[in-house]
């Protein structure tokens, strides 16, 4: 019994023991640093933060050339008249 004991004690200990990782890393080489890649999401994160970075730095640029624009006035005929009438007389012609 005592040997089974050791066996069953020795097999648990590989099933949980930490898998042997490559010189590369257990999921690849990171395209940036050339370092091993730790965990399945890192390549996720470092394309999502790429992607942002692409994204503000296109925010900033339309910013800019908004702002750069020179201003124009609008045409007379926005301005209206300057006429306001009352509510109640806009509801007796049905607008």
């Given at each position: 019994?005592?040997?089974?004991?050791?066996?069953?004690?020795?097999?648990?200990?590989?099933?949980?023991?930490?898998?042997?990782?490559?010189?590369?890393?257990?999921y690849?080489?990171?395209?940036?640093?050339?370092?091993?890649?730790?965990?399945?999401?890192q390549?996720?994160?470092?394309?999502?933060?790429?992607?942002?970075?692409?994204?503000?730095?296109g925010?900033?640029?339309?910013?800019q050339?908004?702002?750069?624009?020179?201003?124009?006035?609008?045409?007379?005929?926005?301005?209206?008249?300057?006429?306001?009438?009352?509510?109640?007389?806009?509801?007796?012609?049905?607008?």
């Amino acid at each position: 019994a005592p040997r089974g004991a050791a066996r069953a004690r020795a097999r648990r200990a590989r099933t949980f023991a930490e898998p042997e990782k490559s010189s590369e890393g257990e999921y690849g080489l990171n395209p940036l640093t050339g370092e091993p890649l730790e965990a399945k999401g890192q390549l996720t994160a470092i394309v999502t933060g790429v992607v942002s970075v692409a994204l503000a730095l296109g925010y900033l640029a339309l910013v800019q050339v908004m702002d750069s624009r020179e201003m124009v006035a609008p045409p007379e005929e926005a301005f209206g008249d300057g006429s306001v009438r009352p509510a109640d007389e806009r509801a007796r012609r049905g607008e």
